[in-house]
């Protein structure tokens, strides 16, 4: 089981690490490893300006000590407080120790507020992530968040529909089960 809990945080930030780049190389950016690149409070502050069209100012864009680092990242912090978004048991510390788990849940916040609830249609958050998902990967019919998921093909492709190249296909189709260890 506990081979299992790892390999979905690995599916996890392989898939946040897509979306995160997704919207950096508006600004010529790159995240390689989300848990370590986002320490320095530099690509997070990036992709909060991007994804907000706002501006977060005073922040070191070249931090080398780790007061420097905790410093940009509780800017980044304080950014996503004042827009009314509520984080629970992370702050600037956990970014800058690499704390993965809690990074995660920080990555999957802002992408509730800022690409599921921006400007969706149905008020829900859960309805406007299930109509990305069904854009993001129509064919595979996904129609809610449980049984659609069981034969691992619809996690797979997701996956791939992020960062092509990371699952091969063709197996997953012909035989889904294969995707997922049980």
Not at 91 to 102: A, C, M
Request: glycine share 6%; proline share 3%; net charge positive.
């Amino acid at each position: 089981m506990e081979r299992m809990d790892e390999r979905w945080v690995d599916i996890q930030q392989r898939t946040f690490t897509g979306w995160v780049n997704q919207h950096l190389k508006d600004r010529i950016l790159k995240c390689n490893d989300l848990v370590n690149d986002l320490k320095d409070g530099i690509l997070l502050i990036n992709l909060l300006e991007i994804i907000s069209s706002k501006t977060i100012p005073n922040y070191n864009k070249k931090p080398k000590i780790r007061a420097q680092l905790l410093e940009n990242c509780g800017w980044a912090m304080k950014f996503l407080k004042d827009e009314g978004i509520k984080l629970v048991a992370i702050g600037p510390e956990d970014i800058v120790d690499s704390r993965r788990k809690l990074i995660l849940g920080l990555i999957w916040t802002i992408i509730l507020r800022y690409h599921i609830q921006k400007g969706g249609a149905s008020g829900s958050a859960r309805n406007d992530l299930l109509a990305w998902v069904q854009k993001q990967i129509p064919e595979c019919n996904v129609r809610d968040f449980t049984s659609s998921w069981n034969d691992g093909k619809a996690i797979c492709h997701l996956v791939e529909s992020l960062k092509n190249g990371t699952i091969e296909l063709g197996p997953v189709d012909s035989n889904p089960v294969l995707c997922v260890d049980t």
